[in-house]
């Protein structure tokens, strides 16, 4: 970290001394290309709003990790997420209803257990305040090494199985036919975004997560021509709008995760009018 922080030294901004500012922008860095990679595999499969599910499931995952008293309840949190993931994917191949139906179901439940067990007793439900909005400031040199192995992982996984999990999500009855199992490709696409979600609900914010995984590859379909761009764009829109989501949030003093969701919903717009021009 110490030859990250002399990076910054020379540049002309009055938080080049404060470390906190320097470590969120790390932390940004990481986090931005993975909701650029994860966004275009939702938004091609229609999952859009099960980010937001999950984020809801990490939600009463953090409720209970604080109700057994456990010193860090995000790893409760993750544990739930992916039971959450796994069980969606069970039932949603079991059943015959519909992919929205289903996340609105699991989505509905989670929230309701998450505020009963938070309020179990009369117990306040201020505590959780900070995890429905998020600080990205108070990432720690750990967490940001966390979320690293986590990109890291993400890239290896998409570079493996990307075109699989892609033909599952258009077409699935092709990808059955050539052999491969889209249970199981599912299955490893809905537990990774659970545990990218649950990592990152406490730094964003529950209540804008899910537009951070939906925003960068819904405008990049704007303006993308064919599958390495619509990539590419996705995660240079996550990222450009992620970083200056926080210097301005740090400049007019407001949170950081909802400037960078208005800064992505403003890049939306714009590539929209864009792409009409073209047309």
Not at 43 to 64: E, P, Q
Not at 170 to 176: D, E, K, T
Not at 188 to 209: E, K, N
Request: net charge positive; hydrophobic share 60%; proline share 2%.
């Amino acid at each position: 970290m110490s030859i990250w922080y002399a990076l910054f030294n020379w540049l002309p901004f009055d938080w080049v001394t404060l470390n906190f500012m320097k470590n969120a922008l790390l932390a940004v860095c990481v986090m931005a290309p993975l909701f650029g990679i994860l966004s275009t595999s939702i938004v091609t499969g229609r999952m859009s709003f099960f980010s937001d599910a999950l984020g809801h499931s990490a939600f009463t995952g953090i409720a209970i990790g604080v109700l057994c008293g456990l010193a860090a309840p995000i790893w409760a949190a993750v544990a739930l997420s992916i039971a959450f993931a796994v069980l969606f994917t069970w039932v949603r191949a079991k059943t015959q209803q519909a992919a929205d139906t289903v996340i609105g179901v699991f989505s509905s439940t989670a929230v309701a257990l998450g505020i009963f067990i938070a309020t179990l007793g009369g117990g306040s439900f201020t505590k959780f305040n900070s995890f429905l909005i998020g600080d990205i400031l108070s990432v720690t040199p750990a967490e940001i090494g966390l979320l690293a192995l986590v990109l890291a992982a993400v890239v290896v996984l998409w570079i493996l199985f990307s075109s699989r999990i892609l033909l599952t999500t258009i077409h699935p009855q092709l990808a059955s036919s050539r052999g491969i199992s889209i249970r199981r490709s599912e299955l490893l696409f809905t537990c990774v975004i659970a545990v990218v979600v649950t990592l990152a609900i406490s730094w964003v914010g529950l209540l804008v997560i899910n537009s951070l995984l939906v925003l960068p590859a819904a405008a990049a379909r704007n303006v993308a021509k064919n599958m390495r761009q619509y990539v590419l764009f996705s995660v240079l829109a996550a990222l450009v709008c992620s970083i200056a989501g926080l210097f301005v949030s740090y400049e007019i003093g407001c949170s950081t995760g909802a400037t960078i969701s208005l800064l992505l919903a403003i890049w939306f717009a714009l590539s929209s009018l864009l792409r009409s021009r073209v047309q």
